[in-house]
């Protein structure tokens, strides 16, 4: 699959860029948000939540690395943010590769410091920066 895009001109059109982005899921359950901090991973994963139905308070695993979500069909989401972890074996011990495995949604922040945990078979979501509040989502399927 080539690459796709999605443009967000402002955050007033995040919402609607999750949207396409869950049409987008395609059945993958690991979803790999990579950009630099501040890019809006965070923002984005919230408005995806929303949009697939969580209820919850949707905030940054930073600190317990994995947060829980329910969707409108009661089936758990995962989101984990890695940004603080410094060897692997910490994602190891929390047992990563099963929720990865579990067949359940995996949003994953900071995939590179897990790369040897990861599934072949994932989507990449790219945030890039393109002004203050504008930003340039790639979407590629790996496999």
């Known amino acids: 699959m080539p690459v796709t895009e999605i443009k967000i001109p402002a955050l007033a059109d995040v919402p609607a860029a999750a949207d ?16 630099e901090m501040g890019a809006g991973k965070t923002t984005f994963i919230k408005a995806l939540c929303h ?10 695993p930073t600190f317990s690395l994995v947060n829980e979500y329910r969707d409108a069909g009661n089936q758990p989401v995962y ?15 929390i047992g990563a590769q099963e929720y990865f495995d579990s067949g359940y949604l995996c ?6 410091r897990v790369e040897a945990l ?3 078979s994932r989507l990449l979501v790219t945030l ?3 002004g203050p509040e504008s930003r340039i989502l790639q979407l590629k399927v790996m496999d």
């Open 79 to 93: 989101h984990f943010d890695f940004y603080r972890i410094d060897r692997v074996e910490e994602a190891v011990g």
């Open 118 to 120: 990861l599934p072949p």
């Open 51 to 60: 949009s697939l139905g969580v209820k919850d308070d949707v905030s940054s």
């Open 20 to 35: 396409q982005l869950k049409t987008a899921l395609g059945g993958h359950t690991v979803v790999l948000f990579e950009g």
């Open 107 to 112: 949003l994953i922040e900071w995939p590179s």
């Open 128 to 130: 890039t920066v393109t």
